[in-house]
C-alpha cells in the first residue's frame, strides 16, 4: 500500500472523528457522513499525490546542464593535443579526406601522436586545388611514422 494513501485515510479518520464530536446531536443522517469521508479522502489524496509530483519534478535534470558536463567529460577523457612547443614535421598531405583519415587513424593505433592540419578548410573549399591537408607528427616520431607508412604502401 501507499504510504500516502495510507496517510490519507488516517488524516480522514481523524477529521470524521471531530467532524463526529462536533454533531453530537445526530443531526446529520449517515449519507452526509459517508458523502463527507468521500470529499476528505479525495482532498487529502490530491494533496499529496501533489506532493509527490512536486518531488519527482524536483529530480528532473536539465539537459543542457547535463549535455554540458557529458563535453566536458568528453574533453578531459580525449587525448592531448600536440603542444605548440613540441616541433612538428609535415609527414604527408593529401586533398584525399578518406586516405588522411586512414592514415591518421594507423598511426595512433601505432601510440604515435599526430594531428591534421587545414582539415576544416580543406572541407570548406573542396574544390581549391591548393588546400592540402597536412598530417603533422613530433620530429621525434618521424622516423617511426615513416617506417609504419612504408609498410603498408601508403607512401613510396
Not at 1 to 29: A, C, E, G, H
Not at 94 to 106: M, Y
Not at 112 to 136: T, W
Amino acid at each position: 500500500m501507499n504510504p500516502r494513501i495510507f496517510l490519507s485515510f488516517i488524516l480522514t479518520v481523524i477529521s470524521m472523528f471531530f467532524l463526529y464530536q462536533f454533531d453530537k446531536r445526530s443531526t446529520w443522517n449517515h449519507s452526509y457522513y459517508i458523502i463527507s469521508i468521500f470529499i476528505i479522502f479525495w482532498i487529502f489524496s490530491q494533496i499529496n499525490l501533489q506532493i509527490d509530483r512536486y518531488k519527482d519534478d524536483s529530480k528532473i535534470v536539465d539537459l543542457n546542464h547535463y549535455r554540458k558536463q557529458k563535453q566536458k567529460r568528453k574533453v578531459s577523457k580525449s587525448p592531448r593535443k600536440l603542444q605548440q612547443y613540441d616541433k612538428t614535421v609535415t609527414l604527408f598531405s593529401s586533398c584525399e579526406k578518406t586516405k588522411i583519415e586512414l592514415i591518421r587513424s594507423l598511426l595512433t593505433s601505432n601510440a604515435i601522436e599526430c594531428f591534421i592540419e587545414n582539415q576544416h578548410m580543406a572541407s570548406i573549399y573542396p574544390s581549391i586545388e591548393g588546400i592540402n591537408m597536412e598530417i603533422k607528427v613530433r620530429s621525434q616520431d618521424l622516423d617511426s611514422a615513416l617506417q609504419i607508412l612504408k609498410q603498408h604502401n601508403m607512401i613510396s
